[in-house]
């Protein structure tokens, strides 16, 4: 059964950082890249970047790129992202998902998801 759990979501006031983590079991040797993606209520779920499995080459959206820092630790099968600088507007639930395609940045993509965690910014 795979599995992907998402830890290290909580409130924080804005200029903080936090470090999300995404745990991952089951079958994940097809699995090509993780990514990560959240969703501000009324909104649609955005891409935020990736990070291949094998290579741990990474990829992020412009909109987060140089504040939001993708990682991995693949002895632990966990994906990590550190986000610097938290404004208000990153106040959303954060999601971890698998992909066995190359190049995926739609939600589309992705096989499996964790159940997401909060991420709430106060000014």
């Known amino acids: 059964q795979v599995q992907l759990v998402e830890s290290g979501g909580g409130l924080v006031q804005a200029g903080g950082s936090l470090r999300l983590a995404c745990a991952a079991s089951?079958?994940?040797?097809?699995?090509?890249?993780m990514g990560w993606f959240r969703q501000a209520p009324g909104k649609e779920r955005e891409y935020l970047g990736r990070?291949?499995?094998?290579?741990?080459?990474?990829y992020y959206s412009d909109s987060v790129k140089g504040r939001f820092t993708i990682s991995r630790d693949n002895a632990k099968n966990t994906v990590y992202l550190q986000i610097n600088s938290l404004k208000p507007e990153d106040t959303a639930i954060y999601y971890c998902?698998?992909?066995?395609?190359?190049?995926?940045?739609?939600?589309?993509?992705?096989?499996?998801w964790g159940q997401g965690t909060q991420v709430t910014v106060s000014s």
């Open positions: 998902a698998s992909t066995t395609r190359s190049g995926s940045i739609e939600p589309h993509l992705y096989g499996y």
């Open positions: 089951g079958r994940t040797s097809s699995w090509l890249a």
């Open positions: 990070i291949t499995w094998m290579t741990g080459s990474t």
